[in-house]
Nanobody, 124 residues
Framework: QEQLVESGGGLVQAGGSLRLSCAASGRTFSSYPMGWFRQAPGKEREFVSALSGGGGMRYYADSVKGRFTISRDNAKNTVYLQMNSLKPEDTAVYYC?????????????????WGQGTQVTVSS
């Protein structure tokens, strides 16, 4: 059974950093585009970042560009999201997702596998 498990969330002060991890199991996700999304209370789930199966193509939401970095280690079947210069508006539950088809997208509905989410809280 395919499973994505996020970790690394927590409480951090504004300006701080966190590194989220997403460990995949149940199948090899190395060829799948992977993405990070987030959802704040009362808001829709929104795209944060995504990368291609080989990791060569990376995409970021404008709100995190220059502060967040997505990467993957296919040998470990793991995707990371390094978050620097965190702001209170980054507070949300962060979800990892995988898409079976090779084209990277920013649309949550196009992703086939989801983790349970990890809470990130940035205090001012």
């Amino acid at each position: 059974q395919e499973q994505l498990v996020e970790s690394g969330g927590g409480l951090v002060q504004a300006g701080g950093s966190l590194r989220l991890s997403c460990a995949a199991s149940g199948r090899t996700f190395s060829s799948y585009p992977m993405g990070w999304f987030r959802q704040a209370p009362g808001k829709e789930r929104e795209f944060v970042s995504a990368l291609s199966g080989g990791g060569g193509m990376r995409y970021y939401a404008d709100s995190v560009k220059g502060r967040f970095t997505i990467s993957r280690d296919n040998a470990k079947n793991t995707v990371y999201l390094q978050m620097n210069s965190l702001k209170p508006e980054d507070t949300a539950v962060y979800y990892c997702a995988a898409r079976r088809f090779t084209i990277v997208t920013m649309e949550p509905a196009s992703y086939d596998y989801w983790g349970q989410g990890t809470q990130v809280t940035v205090s001012s």
